[in-house]
């Protein structure tokens, strides 16, 4: 069964903290990407990457970094956490075609709470 | 510019009714449209896409979505509703470059 698995499903940090969110997909798949999600808005796309160690911002980069070095996995950080960075962070994948055709795969999710 | 509007943020049925979750699409090309399901505290699953090789698209679990470009819409319907169909529903639009846009999102309640 094909999978995208995160570390985390549940983080609590304090303000200020260095937080890492890591994901890791089994398909070969050549792109990556984190979302997060909050009540009313959807999904925002926050980074994205076509390949290793490439990357691309998304809608709402900001107070974010992400690293691919390999290609199954794809991490998310969050330098120096706020508690506006409350939110639930999905991790998806997809396999390389440029056109749009290729679906996304989800994580289970990761949510964390800036106290 | 691509964008996802999903109307009615929460949808109630009866057990056994119609399901219909509007979704309308803004797309200066052709797109790709999907319909994804999440269940409480988890991911999102896809239920089906749209391709272009057929107006008519059936996914699982008895869900289906007609691609009306006319009216830029993709509707996801179910012809019954069932308990264990209680999620939320999210209408997604990608093009060239694999960005997606995603609605806002529809829950779904189903009263028994």
């Known amino acids: 069964d094909v999978k995208v698995t995160q570390s985390s499903r549940y983080l609590v940090k304090r303000t200020g903290e260095k937080v890492f969110l890591e994901c890791v997909q089994d398909m070969d798949h050549e792109n990556m990407f984190w979302y997060r999600q909050d009540p009313g808005l959807g999904l925002r796309l926050i980074y994205f990457s076509y390949d290793v160690k490439m990357k691309e911002k998304g809608d709402i980069p900001e107070g974010y970094s992400v690293s691919r070095e390999k290609k199954e996995r794809f991490s998310l950080i969050l330098e120096s956490a706020s508690t506006n960075q409350t939110s639930m962070y999905l991790c998806?994948?997809?396999?390389?075609?440029?056109?749009?055709?290729?679906?996304?795969?989800f994580g289970e999710g990761s949510r964390l709470t800036v106290l | 510019a691509q964008s996802v509007t999903q109307l009615g943020s929460h949808v109630s049925v009866s057990e056994g009714a119609l399901v219909l979750l509007r979704c309308n699409y803004s797309s200066s090309v052709p797109p790709y449209l999907f319909w994804y399901v999440q269940y409480p505290n988890q991911g999102l699953q896809l239920l089906l896409k749209?391709?272009?090789?057929?107006?008519l698209v059936k996914g699982i679990n008895g869900f289906e979505a007609e691609f009306k470009k006319s009216e830029t819409s993709f509707h996801l319907t179910k012809p019954s509703a069932h308990m264990s169909d209680a999620a939320e529903y999210f209408c997604?639009?990608?093009?060239?470059?694999?960005?997606?846009?995603f609605g806002t999102g529809t829950s779904l309640t189903v009263i028994p």
């Open positions: 998806a994948s997809s396999r390389g075609a440029r056109d749009g055709s290729g679906e996304l795969f």
């Open positions: 749209y391709t272009s090789a057929a107006t």
């Open positions: 997604a639009v990608s093009a060239w470059g694999n960005q997606f846009y």
